[in-house]
């Protein structure tokens, strides 16, 4: 009985999966493809499917396998729990709340949306405010509906990292925070001089798209289950394991960012490329969490991507496209992938400030979400902490306070995410370089192989049959420590910066 | 109430189409950018969809609209009967077949396609025939289930044109065949000679690629509701009115294949981009039928395409682009694009012998329904058609039999409706002249607003408003005449060839 029951939640799993990979589809097509006098139909005929989508998660058909199968779970092997727990997951977070709430809280978070492009426009954090005002109480609401036990941010905290507490994390980023903090005074107080003048100038955007494609290529995504396009924004989308796309957009006054956008989106598409078969039709063909999935990007994009290693593999490459690279050697090269400064926007930050960015918005949003500050407390709060953390100060609001759109659509416990990317990447990469020391010699030859392969046996072939918590543990054999990612950027940054 | 009927109607059509413009930008993105591993998956997933459809037409639902609504017809207005009336034809060709055949029906297609591919390969009719003997009987079987009165192969027209009937047919296509054979054997006579050489040579992908976009806007393609992409075969597809996709497909070889089938498929886009928003969500915001269509690409390709006038203005660009025109005179560039010769392959056929592949099909198709003939004569049967009418042989079964893969998924009855197109579009070409008669001057100078705005009033916006009978009556006062199309193919043929 057990297993006709499981079968048959697997086949409504995988329909369930197919109507969200044509939901993705028609998204990734409004991104890349659409145009300009589709809108109103496209987002018509997305409602329409995301209601369907709704619909079958939200149905009595899944109440009736929860409850059917709830009994048997001491008799279920570890893929069958996972499948099981998952589904109640996320049943439970859309159920809870009433139908009509939600519907009028998309209405809400599409409103918040146009004003934020208007209030980001005009830089005016004012005319965001009464919107943003009306998603904070929303999401309040929805955690009273969803409950919660100490801390009412813990419970958005578990949406993207199953389990992840704001009493945990408060202990990691107060550490992370320290360290960064310790060193970027250090790297303040160096002599060193880089330069990065000749990341400047006029690339062309063919030029850029054709060394894009070789860097992908090389760097171990699988062009024959995936593309690569342009979009405003670059982003990763996939139906299925064998169609993953991702997309980057060409700026012709520097080179870097395509690139680097590239081979980021090509981190999270080797995950999911490298997702297990086995796992299709069990809601578990996904990312472990929005962390995990960041730790993979960050890999690929800084731990592998930025590395003097790797480096000295693309520097040639990249003068085989741009003359600007002539005369710049390894060293000056290397220096300019990696420079630090304090900056205000967090999505142009680098490697080592970009945490403090994170840890802003995360003390800001928990202090907002339990109540102790207000909407129109944010500004202020938002300017003292850049000031106080990163040393600059906004010159408006669109620099500042409404530089990410996460609040419009009421994303809020999203953000540690990105920073969490860092702190899992660097803890992995402590465990792979106990086992192959020598593993980054690959990287001078452009050779990926054997750093995917480790990859996708540890992490990506696992999907999200573990939780976060548990694959960090199996991979490393510890919990999350954020000491791996302040050493690793120790040992970096002050080599870079000739300071200790 | 009938009022509040019509609305639920209208609700429900909408959310059909809605799914129905899911799946075709699924399948569009299948034929122009899906990887090569995904195949598996997104047949799978067009799999899920179509059965979604499936079922939403063939629901409880529609059949009590169909009930509910049917005794109030002499109380709708005419948009409202069509609807209805669309709807029981659907549901009833739908309805009709048992599940489990149909079912069984898909596979054995399925199965046909690739059997069909590989026969094409190998040029060997046997590797496909007992694929087709399987699809014929189907058929056959089908037809019993839908019905017929005189002839099995009336229910089968009448799916594609409404209203279409074999006596009528007979009538049309003899009066045609007797006319092209008759144009044919004086250009036979002939001493008049084409030169084409300048068709052939090298034409970069890119150069024609910006030519087809240039010409698609000059013809009055709106790029803006619309895209122009490459598959292997040409096709247009549409999600709404206003996301119109062409494909074309560039051949460095030579000139006019992309160029034209840009043209051709420009006209369905047009057509699809006209068609009133007032008919969203009634089920007739489509094409009045498929010769319909097809009327309006080769309105575009052929009559408007390769007129003179047109011509005159085409020269001149293609010689920005290319220098193999330099030296070509108007006449020359005219007489190359309207050049004339009896081949064996029906999309490489021109505008004159085009027919008579047709023909062939039709008397083969008629036959082999009504279990005439079998399959296994049908060979036989095509080679000695083509000697006949056209004067040529294949010389293998990929240049004959199987250069269609029509019957491989069960069409008979479509190939009538291409042919059909050439003569509804000269019968509106009378019309048009007999309104505006220096209308042609236009395309001197690459004007096509003013026919476009005639093309639009009289056929495009009513979508299926009309039946393909009640609109060729209401345009041109009298039912379709194949007079028109030999009286238009002879004022231009003969004037070309000399002849009288």
Known sequence: MLDKKINELKDYLKKYEKLNQAIALIYWDMRTNMPEKAGENRGELLQYLSEESFKMLTSDTV???????????DKMNKLQCRMLEEL?????ETKKIPQEKYVEFVGICSNAEIAWEKAKEAKDFEIFKPHLEKVVKYTQEFIEYWGYNNDKYDTLLDKYELGLTTEKLDKIFNELKVGIIEILSKIKESSKNINRDFLYGHFNAEKQKELSLRVLEKIGFDMKAGRLDVSVHPF???????????TTNYHEDEFTSALFSTIHEGGHGIYEQNISDDLEGTGLQIGASMAIHESQSRFYENILGRSKEFCSYL????????DDFKNVSLDE??????????????TEADELTYGLHIIIRYEIEKDLINGRIKVEDLKKMWNKKYREYLG??????????????????????????????????????NTLINEKPDIFEDLKEGKFTEINEWLKEKVHRHGALYTPNELIKNITGEELNPKYFIEYLKNKYYRIYNVK
């Open 63 to 73: 109440k009736n396998f929860i409850e059917d199968l709830s009994p048997y779970k």
């Open 88 to 92: 109640e997951r996320k049943y439970n």
């Open 236 to 246: 990763t989308t996939n139906f299925g394991n064998k169609d993953v796309r991702l």
């Open 315 to 322: 520097l040639p490459l990249a003068k085989e496209y741009f």
């Open 333 to 346: 090269f290397y220096e300019a992938m990696n420079y630090v400064e304090a900056s205000l926007i967090r």
């Open 392 to 429: 600059v100060e906004p010159k408006n609001d669109a620099e500042g306070i409404l530089q990410d759109m996460h609040w419009s659509d009421g994303s809020f416990g999203y953000f540690p995410s990105y920073a969490l990317g860092n702190l899992y990447g660097a803890q992995f990469l």
